[in-house]
């Protein structure tokens, strides 16, 4: 059994936005008792990443690692076609990864406690990405 559907997301920006409950739908949706969603994101300048759902310290403080990682405007980066935080995007995409896969059991997701998937806006303006969610099951 399989099933994929492609979820449209809206950011505010640079930062995280919760998706868990999106992709848990799509899982329920497809009816698999067991099996693996794969959750992949169709752009290059933001990631998906699996992190702690409970404090958003945490969320603010990987913000805060990105910028370490990859500053807006250096000027050793030649890509600058979309502004200066355009290189810093790709790159940061790069590092955090662009698709995450958790099993599922019983029909539901098996994060643990403290876990939630995240789309993770690397641009500093509002963007509407793709997501593909694919049941494996």
């Known amino acids: 059994m399989s099933r994929q559907q492609t979820l449209r997301i809206t950011t505010g920006g640079r930062g995280m936005t919760d998706i868990t409950?999106?992709?848990e739908e799509v899982a329920r949706a497809g009816?698999?008792?067991s099996g693996?969603?794969?959750v992949f994101v169709r752009h290059t300048s933001c990631s998906l990443t699996i992190t702690e759902n409970a404090d958003p310290d945490v969320r603010r403080d990987l913000e805060t690692l990105a910028t370490r990682w990859a500053p807006d405007g250096d000027p050793a980066y030649r890509h600058r076609n979309e502004g200066d935080d355009d290189m810093a995007a790709?790159?940061?995409?790069?590092l955090?990864?662009?698709?995450v896969t958790v099993p599922l059991n019983a029909g539901r997701l098996l994060l643990g406690t403290w876990q939630g998937i995240y789309l993770w806006e690397h641009r500093k303006h509002a963007q509407t990405r793709e997501v593909v969610v694919?049941?494996?099951?």
């Not at 790709?90 to 790069?94: E, I, L, N, P, T």
């Not at 955090?96 to 698709?99: F, I, N, R, W």
């Open 21 to 23: 409950a999106h992709v």
């Open 90 to 94: 790709h790159a940061r995409s790069v």
């Open 31 to 33: 009816g698999a008792a």
């Open 134 to 137: 694919t049941l494996l099951g």
């Open 96 to 99: 955090a990864g662009s698709s």
């Open 36 to 38: 693996v969603v794969h």
